[in-house]
């Protein structure tokens, strides 16, 4: 069994997490959650396109983008959790075969990077959200209110 680095895989979560690029890493092509993080990125994706091409006006595009944000922000927790794992048990786990290899400041600036990559990514993705939420709650025609008496 090959080596898995720890600074590696905190580092492909933090650069194409949203692809599950860290999972295939560490579990191989036969991982079902690395092939899942690719469907919400690539809707997203072409939500992203859709708002581009057609506006801001697009409803499908308001349901479609949120899933890149959610995809991204779930691999930056990723990264974090990979990159903060105690490096015995990272070895006994991923390196069984393996002696315990001390990682230096390579996680701990992925974890770094990552807090504010995902943190910002969830609060624009949740803003976003929102806001398209109450723009569509606003399109909804109100009733006529009815005159007393008539």
Not at 95 to 115: D, I, K, S
Request: glycine share 12%; charged share 15%; net charge neutral.
């Amino acid at each position: 069994m090959p080596y898995r680095s720890k600074t590696l895989a905190a580092w492909l979560a933090l650069c194409l997490g949203a692809i599950g690029a860290h999972r295939w890493y560490l579990r191989g092509w036969r991982d079902a959650l690395a092939w899942l993080f690719l469907l919400p990125s690539a809707l997203g994706a072409v939500g992203v396109l859709r708002m581009r091409g057609l506006g801001p006006d697009d409803h499908l595009a308001w349901v479609l983008i949120p899933l890149l944000g959610l995809s991204v922000s779930a691999a930056m927790l990723q990264a974090i959790v990979i990159a903060l794992t105690p490096d015995d048990r990272w070895d006994a786990r991923h390196n069984p075969q393996h002696p315990v290899h001390a990682t230096a400041w390579g996680p701990v600036l992925a974890a770094g990077l990552a807090l504010l990559l995902g943190g910002g990514v969830l609060m624009a993705t949740l803003a976003f959200g929102g806001q398209r939420w109450f723009e569509w709650l606003a399109e909804e025609p109100v009733p006529a209110a009815t005159a007393p008496g008539g």
